[in-house]
């Protein structure tokens, strides 16, 4: 695309509609934080998803990027495993941690796998 401004607005495109999505899944809480859990597994499958087909080095950067990016939040992830320390609550803790950081990979190289 050799237009930056237009390759711009469309990262914040996707950026906001990947926003908006995560907006509408992460509030899924229990013992543990499962809506975000599902938002970072789910930017992370998609990633694989994309990285697996053949699009443009544009649209890949727009749907990694954009759509991704806004979808997965580590700012979060670090949020809540901060306000498990503080509560005591370590176990709870090391697994948002560890599952923030492990199943979105994981469901890239699955996706990768069998697209």
Not at 53 to 70: E, N
Not at 89 to 112: D, G, K, Y
């Amino acid at each position: 695309m050799s237009n930056p401004i237009l390759m711009t607005l469309l990262i914040g495109a996707a950026g906001g509609l990947g926003a908006v999505i995560r907006y509408a899944i992460i509030s899924w809480h229990g013992a543990l934080p499962f809506g975000l859990f599902a938002v970072n597994i789910l930017a992370g499958g998609f990633v694989g998803f994309i990285y697996s087909g053949s699009l443009t080095q544009d649209w890949l950067v727009i749907a990694s990027v954009g759509l991704a990016g806004g979808l997965s939040t580590f700012a979060t992830v670090s949020a809540e495993g901060f306000d498990y320390y503080h509560r005591g609550r370590l176990v709870q803790m090391l697994l948002t941690l560890v599952i923030n950081a492990l199943m979105p990979l994981l469901a890239m190289m699955l996706v990768m796998q069998f697209v």
